[in-house]
């Protein structure tokens, strides 16, 4: 870009940083710093939730892969990415029967409870790779309108961005994320429908909707292989969860199907972007589609791109440290039941700037951003039967164990030695090895959670054991509510102790 250009850009990053402080709150509770609640001490509204999922979703590593695959394979491709979003009202039901029936109040707190600490490590370990991925692989994408990867422009602008994020999120922690995750949806909303306009009309209509193949080498293999990945996507994805334990259960319920949705949509449509490129015959080869496609209509789409991908990149960014600083501060030490003599305030903030630092070396390096999203996704398979089978059968410490680990060790190699479990490919596409370890692990990975469970629940029934850990009757679910029919939004159920005891 010529100076003029340059100036027009970076000017518009720092802008975008000093209206991110100005709306960010400077002072928050410990209880608006972690929980997102205000200066009164309310939980957030239920529609800010909605608002903040949706956009902290709506990421600039989502969009640009969406619009890639859509270049890649047509509309074929921009459903397949957006399959992805269907996790999100799925972990909201599933989140909502921990909540309701066995009284969880965060999902470290209940897997210590459950399944023991090294339980809560393990997961807590898996938290922080995908924390680490949403750093570089959406700093990433802001720096590919600066320059070429791994160009000065392109690195300055990804850490000048990243040291913006931790700014405010030091200032705000998550209450500042939420409230800012509304100014960024609504700056993302209006861009999105700007640059369809400007972008869609140019092809028949006819054209996006027929557009690719629908077999497995057209891009179906990825279609069901992100399905069976949504089994247990959102289970590892802190910002995510941390949002599903800040508001009463119907509210929080109500929010994820319908940010779930949205998200849906607005990820096929943006993979409309790619699909013009796709019906156009456009290479996007060493590129992304959004920036091919941005250039080919000139400096004012390029820069409305740019902003779109800085909107989102942020929302996602700042709930990333939001949730970090969480985790970290609160969560681990409450693994062991150690409360941090140093202010949690200061623990978090330490670790979101050691986390903007250390978490944008692969940034440097050039790595893929589409890995961030399927290799985790992977890696972290096991979850699935853990949250949603949980009190189906009966949860066991060997059971979470075997699980988490088949799905650990089947992701590290399929990212180090892919070829190595070529054995399991389905199909001949692209992603025919993204499908088939995909659905042999999670079939290997729901077998080694359910087996031990029936097992132990055979033993008990020989035993005479009453089975204890099924949770809350609806009788008891319905006492609860009556006791607590004037408690407010963020106001928790008792943990049930007596009723959901610790696995075998």
């Not at 100036?7 to 000093?18: E, P």
């Not at 707190?109 to 393990?122: D, E, N, P, R, W």
């Not at 089947?410 to 088939?436: E, H, R």
Request: include cysteine.
């Amino acid at each position: 870009m010529d100076s003029t250009t340059g100036i027009f850009f970076w000017g518009f990053l720092i802008v975008y940083g000093i209206v991110m402080f100005l709306l960010s709150p400077k002072t928050v509770s410990l209880g608006g710093f972690f929980k997102g609640e205000d200066k009164h001490g309310r939980a957030a509204n239920p529609w800010m939730i909605t608002a903040s999922i949706f956009i902290a979703w709506i990421f600039a590593k989502s969009v640009t892969n969406a619009a890639n695959m859509g270049a890649q394979f047509g509309i074929v491709g921009g459903i397949g990415y957006a399959m992805y979003w269907l996790c999100i009202p799925l972990t909201g039901f599933a989140l909502y029967r921990l909540r309701r029936r066995f009284g969880a109040t965060g999902t470290v707190s209940f897997l210590t409870k459950h399944y023991g600490v090294a339980a809560a490590f393990c997961f807590s370990a898996a938290i922080l790779v995908r924390l680490f991925n949403e750093v570089w692989s959406n700093t990433s994408v802001v720096g590919a309108y600066y320059g070429d990867s791994g160009s000065a422009p392109f690195i300055v602008a990804a850490l000048l961005f990243t040291a913006i994020t931790v700014g405010y999120c030091c200032w705000g922690g998550m209450r500042g994320s939420i409230i800012t995750d509304i100014a960024q949806a609504a700056l993302f909303a209006v861009l999105l429908i700007v640059v369809l306009v400007w972008v869609v009309p140019q092809d028949n209509p006819v054209d996006y909707v027929t557009s690719g193949v629908w077999s497995l080498e057209g891009g179906v293999d990825f279609i069901i292989g992100a399905g069976l990945q949504c089994l247990s996507y959102g289970f590892h994805d802190a910002v995510l969860t941390d949002r599903g334990f800040i508001c009463e259960e119907k509210k929080m319920l109500k929010s994820f199907v319908v940010a779930g949705l949205l998200g849906f949509v607005a990820i096929v449509l943006f993979s409309l972007i790619g699909v013009h490129a796709y019906v156009n015959g456009m290479s996007i080869a060493g590129s992304s589609a959004p920036v091919v496609v941005a250039q080919s209509l000139g400096i004012v789409a390029f820069f409305l791109m740019a902003v779109i991908m800085i909107a989102t990149a942020g929302s996602t960014l700042d709930s990333t440290f939001s949730s970090l600083a969480k985790l970290t501060a609160r969560d681990l030490p409450g693994i062991l039941g150690v409360t941090p003599q140093t202010n949690p305030r200061i623990i978090g903030i330490i670790f979101m700037v050691v986390f903007g630092i250390v978490g944008n070396l692969p940034m440097i390096m050039g790595a893929n951003i589409i890995a961030a999203t399927t290799i985790s996704g992977t890696m972290i398979m096991g979850l699935g039967p853990i949250f949603l089978m949980h009190g189906v059968v009966k949860p066991t410490k060997v059971g979470f164990q075997l699980a988490f680990w088949i799905g650990m060790v089947l992701g590290i190699v399929d990212t180090v030695a892919p070829a190595s479990l070529g054995f399991m490919n389905i199909g001949q596409g692209t992603y025919a090895n993204f499908l088939g370890v995909n659905l042999w692990g999670a079939i290997a990975c729901w077998a080694a959670y359910i087996v031990p469970g029936l097992i132990s629940q055979s033993k008990d029934r020989k035993n005479g054991v009453e089975p204890t850990w099924k949770g809350l009757s609806k009788e008891e679910l319905a006492r609860l509510d009556a006791e607590r029919a004037k408690g407010g939004c963020g106001e928790a159920m008792p943990e049930a102790d007596e009723l959901a005891p610790t696995g075998a």
